[in-house]
């Protein structure tokens, strides 16, 4: 057996997500090392700009959506084209927040892209069911992340919020990245399995 972490069983590269040919040709190259994908999560995000929506010019917010929804539809489409190619299912995990179906002031490129990632994956699960697909828009809670971060160091003029996420750190109550991955394994191949396409970890 392969040692864990090994050439044999990990395969690493930088790739841009808004560019789709880059995507796809990421998935033939993980498919013809290890065979069919089972599993695709998509999960490169931004957070920039935070500030009140009439302060963020249109090229700040395409950047952003090309980002955090091209890059997901890109790699959706990478996902679903494999899995029309070869014989079985596969489960896509698109990385949502509750961002999507709460609005926070300062966050309107946020709110909007990933609102526009939860519609994208219900309308795909319903597209790609008769090909095997499982999709999930999956809110993973709140995790000390380097975005985590980024939030703490606003201004409250642009995200009247922050004072919430200094004191989430101060509690340490954030969710842990071994718990997240955890219920997300337990959502695709555990007992945890639902019917509904937009999921929140933190219920």
Not at 119 to 132: F, H, I, K, P, W
């Amino acid at each position: 057996m392969p040692a864990e972490g090994s050439a044999e069983t990990v395969y690493r590269e930088a790739v841009d997500v808004t560019d789709a040919d880059a995507v796809e040709h990421f998935g033939r190259r993980v498919a013809e090392k290890f065979g069919a994908i089972d599993l695709w999560i998509n999960n490169a995000g931004v957070l920039e700009p935070i500030r009140p929506v009439r302060g963020v010019s249109a090229d700040e917010l395409r950047h952003h959506l090309d980002v955090n929804v091209v890059g997901v539809l890109n790699g959706t489409r990478a996902f679903v084209d494999h899995l029309r190619g070869r014989e079985g299912g596969g489960v896509l995990v698109n990385i949502s927040s509750g961002a999507a179906r709460n609005a926070y002031e300062g966050w309107g490129a946020y709110c909007a892209g990933k609102a526009a990632v939860d519609r994208l994956t219900e309308v795909v699960a319903l597209e790609e069911a008769e090909s095997g697909l499982k999709a999930y828009a999956l809110a993973p809670g709140v995790v000390d992340t380097d975005m985590q971060e980024l939030i703490r160091q606003q201004e409250a003029e642009d995200f009247p919020t922050v004072e919430i996420f200094r004191q989430m750190k101060e509690d340490d109550s954030f969710s842990s990245m071994d718990d997240v991955a955890k219920g997300m394994l337990d959502l695709v191949f555990g007992n945890d399995a639902r019917d509904e396409v937009l999921i929140d970890l933190r219920r």
